[in-house]
């Protein structure tokens, strides 16, 4: 893969920048802004290489048409917060390729950042037909000389901004885009081992491709959040009001089957009658939970269990939070997840987006992790062992 510095000098040139900015708003302000922090290495580069720098980027699902609910111009403001130290101006233009786009290219100086209006505005972006996004794609690379591939969250895809435009342009893959792959590159081949996989949050049938592929590489997987359930009851267990995807069961049946002791069940769930932050919560054994009620956590004894296994890995990919962390009584088995991955001697890999929500919430510092990932879909295709679009196409020339 091409990178940055193969493109040469880049003093006067125009370069698109196709990031992933997509971060939780609510009301105007920004939640966690990881991803903008995550994207500042390569713009900074390119900015005080003296380049034009012209970031396309999308926030949410806005289908394809402008919704001021999905503008990016907080974004552009945190941005611009963010590069002030670093003397660079951020500007931002309110529509994605047109007459404000192009006029606000025009008057871009060397050395400043533009970010244009959220790219899902347009409906070609997503089209389904090469041919839309095509065209959008043609308006895109006409604002500039040059393209830079760093939304490691959107490789997945196959959009206009992501995965046709750098057929356009002459292109490179970025810093972080670079970052992400290396650390996937050493989760999937020859991985330091004991290898762990931990996998949780909401449903297996999001996870079930990369159990799939893991459980041939990994030494161990450890199951919680939501989808444990679906696990306890292939095992012919009661789960309750549990989350429970009746139609996986025989898959996961044939996972307990094939896999020997590979996958690490919890003991012990966290219940209570009610998905609600203060409903009375209790600990039961994992094959007795009581009918009228629904588990939003692994239980403290798993939690040191899965701790264990965790901090004696050389090697652990995390997806998916252990229980409802976003209500206090149901984020311990999360905090102990995450705990043993700080203490790991080796490579420890965050991935998902709430699942690095997650580790922020509870309080502990990025660098305390190996990794944490920007791209939740995207690492797990990975992982799955899928070809991404984004990645491929700049595997071209
Ligand atoms: P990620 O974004 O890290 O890939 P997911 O999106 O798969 O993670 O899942 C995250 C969600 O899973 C969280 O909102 C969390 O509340 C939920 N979750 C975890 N455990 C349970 C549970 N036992 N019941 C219901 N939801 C759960
Ligand atoms: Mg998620």
Do not use: C
């Not at 390119?46 to 609910?69: F, S």
């Not at 007459?99 to 290219?105: L, R």
């Amino acid at each position: 893969m091409k990178t940055i510095e193969d493109l040469g000098d880049l003093a006067g040139q125009r370069v698109l920048v196709r990031s992933d900015l997509n971060v939780p708003i609510k009301d105007e302000v920004i939640g966690d802004d990881g991803r903008i922090r995550a994207s500042l290495p390569t713009l900074v580069k390119l900015a005080k290489a003296g380049a034009k720098v012209i970031v396309t980027a999308h926030l949410g699902r806005p289908k394809g048409e402008p919704n001021p609910k999905y503008t990016l111009a907080p974004v552009a403001k945190r941005l611009g917060e963010l590069l002030q130290p670093e003397g660079i101006t951020v500007r931002f233009a309110s529509d994605v390729t047109g007459d404000a786009a192009q006029t606000a290219v025009q008057d871009l100086d060397e050395g400043e950042v533009l970010l244009l209006e959220n790219v899902r505005y347009d409906p070609r972006e997503e089209s389904k037909d090469e041919a839309e996004r095509g065209a959008l794609a043609d308006e895109l690379a006409a604002l500039a000389d040059v393209f830079v591939s760093d939304g490691f969250g959107v490789v997945h895809r196959k959009q206009a901004s992501v995965y046709d435009v750098a057929r356009k342009l002459p292109h490179a893959a970025g810093g972080l885009v670079l970052a992400e792959v290396d650390v996937l590159k050493k989760l999937t081949e020859d991985p330091a081992r004991p290898y762990v996989v931990v996998l949780g949050g909401a449903k297996v049938s999001d996870k079930l491709a990369v159990i799939d592929n893991l459980i041939a590489k990994a030494d161990k997987l450890l199951i919680g959040g939501g989808m444990v359930f679906t696990f306890l009851k292939a095992q012919g267990h009661e789960v309750g009001k549990s989350l429970l995807e009746d139609d996986q069961l025989d898959v996961v049946r044939g996972y307990l089957k094939d896999a020997g002791d590979k996958i690490v069940l919890p003991t012990d769930i966290v219940v209570a009658p009610e998905f609600k932050a203060d409903s009375p919560a209790t600990v039961v054994a994992a094959d007795a939970i009581p009918a009228d009620q629904l588990g939003l956590d692994i239980g403290p004894e798993s939690g040191k269990a899965f701790a264990a296994e965790v901090a004696a890995a050389k090697t652990v990919f995390w997806n998916g939070p252990m229980g409802v962390f976003e209500m206090a009584a149901f984020a311990g088995g999360t905090k102990a997840v995450a705990q043993a991955l700080t203490e790991v001697d080796g490579l420890s890999v965050v991935g998902g987006g709430d699942s690095a929500a997650a580790v922020r919430q509870l309080g502990f510092a990025d660098d305390a992790f190996g990794h944490i990932s920007t791209g939740g879909g995207a690492s797990l295709e990975y992982l799955e062992g899928k070809e991404l679009p984004g990645l491929a196409v700049l595997e071209e020339d």
